[in-house]
C-alpha cells in the first residue's frame, strides 16, 4: 500500500516515524479526511483551504504549498484503485527532542502523513438514519480546529457506543453544539437550525453543502443556538459530515423520529448532495 510520507508516496513499509514527533508525542497537528467518489475528490479547495487554516490556527508553518498538496494527494489517488473512499491527510509539528512543551524553532519541519481508504457509502442508513444520545461537551474551547488529539471526541462517541449508538449528539449546558465526529441541525416548521460557527463547532465541509443546497430549494437556515428542548421537538435531525454526508437521526436517547418521507427536506438535501457530487466527480 503507497501513503504520503513527507513529501513523498512511498510504500508503507517503508514509513518510519520518530516517537519524539510532536505528533506522537503531544497530539500536536492538524487532519483533514477528503472523500472521493468516482476517483475524483469531493470538495478539494475547502478541505485544503481549512486544512492550512487549522495549522494556521496553531502557528505551524506549512512544509508546502497548497498546489503541492493537491498534486500530492492526487497522485495518491491516482495509485490506489479504489473507486469510492476518504483521504486521510495530517500534519505535525515534527520530530522536535528533547520534548518540551513549548512550540520548536522554524527550522523544525512539519511531517506531512497521508493514506486512502476505499469505503462504500453506507446506503442502509442514509436511508434508515442512526441512533444517537445526548452528551455534554466535555471537549475544549477551540474545537474549531481540526485537531489530531481527538481524545474528548473518542471518550464523547464511546458514551455513545456503550448505549448501541452510532453517534453522541453534543451539548453545553443545555445548547447544543455539534457531535463527536460530525455537525448536527434539525428542521421545525419548514426550516433549518444548526449552531453558528465559532469556537465551539469544527466548520464543517458538508454543512457548507448542505447549506448551498437548502439555498437552491429556498430553504431557511439559522445558524443561532438551539437547546436538548428544541432539538427533542424537532421534526427531523440530521447529522452531517464528509463520511456520513446529510445523515438522517432516527433515535436520540429514547426519543424515537420517523424515518424521513420522500418530500422531506432531509431528503430533499440528501438528493442534491448527491446531484453536488455527480457535478464534481461524475456518475
Ligand atoms: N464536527 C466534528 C467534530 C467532526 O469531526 C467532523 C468531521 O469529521 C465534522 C464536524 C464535519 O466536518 P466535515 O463536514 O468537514 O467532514
Same mark, same amino acid.
Given at each position: 500500500m503507497k501513503v504520503i510520507w513527507g513529501n513523498e508516496i512511498v510504500d508503507r513499509n517503508k514509513v518510519t516515524i520518530d516517537f519524539e514527533d510532536r505528533g506522537? =508525542?503531544?497530539g500536536d497537528g492538524v487532519y483533514e479526511v477528503i472523500s472521493f467518489y468516482n476517483r475524483t475528490y469531493f470538495c478539494m479547495e475547502e478541505h485544503i483551504d481549512r486544512f492550512f487554516s487549522s495549522a494556521k490556527k496553531i502557528e505551524m508553518r506549512m512544509p508546502l504549498s497548497k498546489s503541492e498538496l493537491k498534486e500530492l494527494i492526487t497522485d495518491l489517488l491516482n495509485e490506489s484503485e479504489a473507486t469510492d473512499g476518504y483521504i486521510y491527510i495530517q500534519m505535525t509539528r515534527g520530530n522536535a527532542s528533547p520534548r518540551d512543551h513549548s512550540y520548536p524553532s522554524q527550522d523544525v519541519v512539519p511531517l506531512l502523513t497521508g493514506s486512502i481508504a476505499a469505503a462504500e457509502r453506507d446506503t442502509d442508513k442514509l436511508k434508515k438514519g442512526i441512533k444517537t444520545t445526548l452528551e455534554e461537551d466535555i471537549r475544549w474551547l477551540r474545537c474549531?480546529?481540526?485537531?489530531i488529539s481527538l481524545l474528548g471526541n473518542i471518550m464523547?462517541?464511546?458514551?455513545a457506543h456503550k448505549k448501541n449508538a452510532d453517534e453522541a449528539i453534543l451539548h453545553r449546558g443545555n445548547i447544543?453544539?455539534?457531535c463527536s465526529s460530525s455537525n448536527v441541525a434539525m428542521v421545525k416548521d419548514g426550516a433549518i437550525y444548526t449552531h453558528p460557527d465559532g469556537n465551539l463547532i469544527l466548520p464543517g465541509i458538508t454543512k457548507i453543502v448542505w447549506k448551498a443546497c437548502a439555498e437552491q430549494l429556498n430553504i431557511p437556515v439559522y445558524e443561532r443556538p438551539f437547546t436538548t428542548e428544541e432539538l427533542l421537538e424537532a421534526d427531523e435531525v440530521f447529522c452531517s459530515s464528509t463520511t456520513k454526508e446529510?445523515?438522517?437521526?432516527? =433515535?436520540?436517547d429514547d426519543k424515537v423520529f420517523e424515518l424521513p418521507e420522500s418530500g422531506s427536506l432531509?431528503?430533499?438535501l440528501q438528493s442534491c448532495y448527491e446531484k453536488k457530487v455527480v457535478e464534481q466527480c461524475g456518475d
Open positions: 506522537y =508525542q503531544f474549531d480546529i481540526k485537531m464523547l462517541k464511546h458514551e447544543v453544539t455539534e446529510v445523515m438522517p437521526v432516527n =433515535q436520540i432531509i431528503r430533499l
